[in-house]
């Protein structure tokens, strides 16, 4: 048996190819444009979840600093400065934020080594030491070269004994 074509069986056929090649071409480009757009889609996605964490990180941070600076704030000797009500509100505040970072802050050892400097263990870090530790956290940068000694804490130690031996701030 012989096959015979005729021109418009070849041209019918070579149309039909090329029409089957095209939808073919252009599903294929669809599909790796839309592939594209969702990785880049992703990447911005995830970029922007970093972006947002990095942000969180840094205000619960504030919080550990403002909590350490109200706790500094009379040294000890709140009850000579504040009456009853604002004692037990001070109280609260410290409470709230002592409570809150102890939600949040993932790393063990920082929280136990905050809680004991709260708490005047003889063996607690100093509140600089604890700070550049926090912040090598946010900072994701255990090589971080700030040395936190260099934060400037007040008063200083020349200027404690004269505002502290007044009765009022």
């Avoid at 939808?23 to 294929?28: F, R, T």
């Avoid at 009456?83 to 050892?109: F, G, R, T, V």
């Amino acid at each position: 048996m012989i096959l015979q074509l005729t021109t418009n069986q070849v041209i019918g056929g070579t149309l039909s190819l090329a029409l089957l090649l095209s939808l073919v071409q252009w599903l294929l480009a669809n599909w790796i444009k839309a592939r594209l757009e969702k990785s880049i889609q992703y990447e911005y996605d995830r970029k922007l979840e970093d972006y947002k964490f990095s942000r969180l990180q840094r205000q619960k941070a504030e919080i550990i600093a403002r909590l350490f600076a109200r706790w500094i704030k009379y040294l000890g000797k709140e009850e000579g400065f504040l009456n009853k009500e604002a004692l037990i509100d001070y109280y609260e505040e410290l409470n709230q934020m002592s409570l809150e970072l102890s939600l949040w802050i993932p790393d063990k050892e920082i929280l136990d080594d905050i809680m004991a400097r709260l708490r005047l263990a003889e063996s607690a870090k100093d509140v600089r030491t604890l700070m550049g530790q926090i912040r090598k956290l946010i900072l994701d940068d255990k090589r971080d070269a700030f040395d936190p000694q260099n934060i400037v804490l007040w008063p200083n130690e020349k200027m404690k004994d004269k505002i502290f031996d007044s009765k009022k701030p």
